[in-house]
């Protein structure tokens, strides 16, 4: 069965430094989001793509995220500078059109990132 | 935005029957109703998805009353893999996802 890649697992950096996470959708899905994660909450959608374009970004804290999808295939989401409240898993989903209803996503295994 | 109400946490034992409800008194005309799955350090898993009456697949059932307020995601036999966070969502075609708190489930032994 294809899965949503995502890499590292696991980051720990200092704050003010800059940290990139790598997502891979699966084959064929032109919607891709990111989404952040705090402990005992729900996802919170930072960016969702269609193909290599931004269709939602309104989350997304623009001073120090950046998130890019040259090529409509795999995707990076960029914290700099890092501070302690960015701790928190960062999931990546994607999906494609369904025949009805809302698009059925599917998410990777996220990254967890602890700023020290 | 719909906006989903389902209680924090529950408990169960293996082996029982599980009715997980979520109330959405604003739901609009060409919403539906979505439940995900979510293990500890895990991405959620979508479980299944429903318009109106019941839906049927192979791990759970949804419930949909005529006035779809609210919804029932029902677990036949739950067993301790079953434990997870589910989330209830609404949303139409091409509307993004708005995630709740979730409900926390625990089967026991």
């Known amino acids: 069965e294809a899965e949503v890649a995502q890499s590292p697992r696991y980051k720990i950096t200092e704050k003010s430094q800059a940290v990139a996470f790598w997502c891979d959708p699966i084959s064929g899905h032109a919607t891709l989001y990111w989404y952040r994660q705090i402990l005992g909450q729900g996802p919170e959608l930072l960016v969702q793509?269609?193909?290599?374009?931004?269709?939602?970004d309104s989350q997304l804290p623009k001073d120090r995220f950046s998130a890019e999808r040259l090529k409509g295939v795999d995707s990076t989401l960029k914290i700099q500078p890092a501070e302690l409240g960015d701790s928190a898993m960062y999931l990546c989903a994607s999906s494609s059109p369904p025949t009805s209803g809302p698009y059925e996503q599917y998410f990777g295994p996220g990254t967890r990132l602890t700023v020290t | 935005l719909a906006k989903t109400t389902q209680p924090i946490s529950m408990d169960s034992y293996e082996g029982q029957e599980v009715n997980i409800t979520c109330s959405h008194n604003n739901i609009a005309t060409n919403d539906y109703i979505t439940w995900y799955q979510q293990f500890p350090s895990q991405g959620p898993r979508f479980i299944i998805q429903g318009y109106k009456t019941k839906v049927t697949n192979e791990v759970a059932s949804l419930f949909i009353p005529a006035d779809r307020k609210s919804s029932t995601l029902s677990l036949p036999r739950v067993s301790l893999s079953d434990t997870a966070v589910y989330y209830c969502l609404v949303a139409g075609n091409n509307r993004k996802l708005i995630w709740g708190l979730g409900t926390s489930l625990a089967v026991n032994p």
């Open positions: 793509f269609q193909d290599e374009s931004v269709v939602d």
